[in-house]
């Protein structure tokens, strides 16, 4: 795969109009630093931006830091017993999307609220019925993230600092409104021309960047910079402050700058045609 451009979006699901942790970085091709596209984003004017790249046909790879879908094969459905559980990712997104029409910013407050809905979710004082005993369900990619020694948790999990739940459907209802304007793979195929989304986790950059197990956040130049060149890329253009949305985010852009060109990335072993249409995957996990 041939790209000029190579973003990543460190996602929010904090249900105000700009959350603070939502951040872009954008690298060019070659071993320049990603830049950090300092603005208050919100959630509406990342879905216009991306918009924006389709339609001037951008060969973008850009990643998206928040999980697609949920888990789907280890019970035969997102939602076992609710009627309306949908087939594959697409119709997941549209259904998340048209239960949470009245929540402001794109937020999905509705959504988990829902009678059915919640009752798979764990959300603070309140955990349904349906959510197992212990860390909850996950999809085979995450799996696959534990077995290379990174933490991840349920999408079906809301409560703690670590969540991604929410992240997840907030993206979901950004997923919708672009469907048509660009895939993201491997839900689509991967397009000739023209942008591609990809699912992303940070933490996996860093950790093939070098981090250590147990440090989990760059908050510091140096150590960006150390990691940075772990991936070809020259020292980053110093920030007002590194915290750590932006730091995930510009070592990520140079990390899918590197990736992109390994094949063996686009054909993960264990992705099989049901698990692209109904749980997707990781970029970078074999």
Not at 206 to 214: D, E, F, I, N, S
Request: hydrophobic share 40%; glycine share 8%.
């Amino acid at each position: 795969m041939s790209f000029t451009d190579f973003i990543a979006i460190d996602w929010s699901g904090q249900a105000v109009e700009r959350p603070r942790g939502l951040a872009v970085a954008q690298a060019r091709a070659g071993s320049a630093a990603p830049e950090l596209i300092d603005r208050r984003w919100s959630r509406q004017d990342l879905l216009e931006w991306l918009a924006e790249l389709a339609a001037r046909g951008t060969r973008a790879l850009i990643g998206l830091d928040l999980s697609p879908a949920f888990p789907f094969c280890d019970a035969g459905a997102y939602f076992p017993g609710w009627a309306a559980s949908p087939p594959d990712g697409p119709a997941l997104w549209k259904l998340v999307d048209t239960l949470s029409a009245d929540d402001p910013h794109l937020a999905a407050t509705r959504f988990v609220n829902h009678p059915d809905a919640r009752r798979h979710f764990r959300q603070r004082g309140d955990c349904g019925d349906l959510f197992p005993p212990g860390r909850g369900r996950f999809r085979v990619c995450e799996h696959g993230q534990e077995a290379m020694r990174l933490s991840p948790y349920s999408c079906f999990n809301l409560v703690g600092a670590s969540q991604v739940g929410k992240s997840s459907l907030t993206g979901m209802r950004v997923l919708h409104r672009l469907r048509g304007t660009i895939g993201l793979w491997p839900f689509d195929p991967l397009p000739e021309s023209g942008p591609v989304l990809v699912e992303i986790y940070t933490a996996l950059a860093a950790r093939l960047a070098g981090m250590r197990k147990g440090v989990s956040k760059i908050r510091d130049g140096e150590t960006l910079d150390a990691l940075l060149a772990a991936f070809g890329s020259a020292p980053h253009r110093p920030l007002p402050r590194h915290d750590d949305h932006a730091t995930d985010a510009i070592l990520s852009a140079a990390w899918l700058r590197v990736a992109a060109t390994q094949a063996e990335l686009w054909s993960p072993a264990r992705l099989t045609p049901d698990l692209a249409r109904t749980e997707g995957w990781t970029f970078g996990v074999p």
